[in-house]
């Protein structure tokens, strides 16, 4: 976090968010995401680390990120329908 707040950037609780989806998500679906939450951690991890070692050794690009994950993805025989996006 500290990361993040040094580039400028606020961080807030997602708290609101996860009440939002556990108020609105049935038993099944809240272990499904559970489940794919457990698989993505370690490219989660990865990813902040790559992202820092990124902006210390100059700075990228959001679409060089997005294929980082995808490579990820497809390294840890993950599938998605799409690739991530921060529009």
């Given at each position: 976090m500290?990361?993040?707040r040094g580039l400028?950037?606020?961080?807030?609780?997602?708290q609101d968010l996860i009440a939002q989806f556990e108020a609105t998500m049935n038993d099944d679906q809240?272990?499904?995401?559970?489940?794919?939450?457990r698989h993505h951690r370690p490219v989660d991890g990865r990813s902040v680390q790559e992202i820092g070692r990124r902006v210390r050794?100059?700075?990228?690009?959001?679409?060089?990120?997005?294929?980082?994950?995808m490579d990820a993805f497809e390294?840890?025989?993950?599938?998605?329908?799409?690739?991530?996006?921060w529009r």
């Open positions: 500290d990361l993040i400028g950037k606020n961080v807030v609780s997602a809240n272990c499904h995401a559970l489940c794919r939450a050794s100059g700075g990228t690009y959001e679409h060089e990120i997005q294929q980082w994950f390294r840890e025989g993950l599938v998605t329908d799409d690739a991530p996006s």
